[in-house]
């Protein structure tokens, strides 16, 4: 009936219809016809449908679809980039490994510390901050080590400062110091969080704020501090050494999922697949050192800056 393909039918549709029928042999005839206009009115409404060819053939449609299949096939997502080749992943691997026994060791004598019952946080930074800005330079700080029994070079007293200097001015304000002391362990934060300062108005060594264990406690601290730092320094020079080694490739070999950051399940699959089974909270101290902006995951450029050598001799 509809002749004109606007979807209605109206009244002299109807009757040209009703004279056609009774003419040419009843309705069935006519409605086995179909005029051009019935016909491109019936593509139109079958564009709705699951058969139209407009559906596949559409530019709108294809390049919707383009987008779509751009996205999934992203280097950053979904399909990680070039990896590095076995061997060199292998060594990877295996400095990871090496940087959870080692972060491990640090978190055991940060606990160590905190049980000490007269150890606190502002007498630790005292020792160093004896001109009392607020603020440690790395001079004040070989100083205070060699005051305490600790003999570091400057090239480990400019590692320490590196890792905990949030702020990039190469001096360590009272926060920045706190954060190489406190474990990962939020009771032990908390006993040494509330402890008061230990007044000592005439003492003859720096750390006699302390009694004597904890004063040896505090150089064991140190001492273990300045050779994990020596480890991880050691650990980033290896790794550049090698002439197979690239930070993007080796970033990609730890982005599985390819979402363009580094989780710490992730740490743990990929030490697991060579046979290295740490817990999640060994691996997650190891993402904690590269993760410098505590957002919980591990980006490529954090990545690429904590691989990279940061002593003096080997700065570029």
Not at 124 to 131: L, M, P, S, V
Not at 161 to 175: E, N, W
Not at 214 to 226: D, G, H, K, L, P
Request: net charge neutral.
């Amino acid at each position: 009936m509809d002749t004109d393909g606007d979807a209605v039918v109206n009244y002299s549709e109807f009757a040209e219809f009703i004279r056609r029928g009774s003419a040419g042999g009843g309705a069935s005839a006519s409605m086995s016809r179909s005029s051009p206009a019935r016909a491109s009115s019936a593509n139109r409404t079958g564009g709705r449908g699951n058969t139209s060819p407009l559906k596949n053939t559409s530019p709108a449609r294809q390049s919707s679809a383009n987008r779509t299949g751009a996205r999934n096939s992203s280097p950053v997502r979904g399909s990680p980039g070039p990896r590095l080749r076995p061997h060199d992943e292998d060594e990877l691997v295996h400095t990871l490994k090496d940087l959870c026994n080692n972060e491990q060791d640090l978190e055991n004598a940060k606990v160590a510390l905190s049980r000490e019952r007269d150890f606190n946080l502002r007498d630790a930074f005292d020792i160093f901050d004896t001109n009392r800005s607020g603020r440690i330079s790395s001079s004040e700080l070989y100083s205070g080590l060699n005051a305490i029994g600790v003999y570091a070079t400057n090239e480990e007293v400019d590692l320490f400062v590196t890792r905990y200097d949030g702020s990039g001015d190469r001096r360590l304000d009272a926060r920045e110091f706190e954060a190489a002391f406190l474990a990962n362990d939020a009771f032990a934060n908390s006993q040494v969080a509330r402890r008061p300062s230990n007044y000592t108005p005439r003492p003859i060594r720096r750390d006699d704020c302390f009694l004597p264990r904890t004063a040896n406690e505090f150089v064991s601290m140190w001492r273990t501090i300045i050779r994990v730092e020596n480890a991880a320094e050691l650990a980033r020079q290896r790794l550049a050494s090698r002439p197979g080694f690239n930070a993007y490739e080796a970033f990609n070999s730890l982005d599985q999922n390819g979402n363009g950051s580094v989780s710490t399940s992730e740490l743990m699959r990929i030490m697991e697949s060579r046979g290295y089974f740490v817990g999640f909270k060994e691996a997650n101290q190891v993402l904690q050192k590269f993760d410098t902006n505590n957002n919980g995951s591990m980006s490529y450029s954090e990545f690429a800056a904590e691989t990279q050598p940061k002593s003096p001799s080997r700065r570029r």
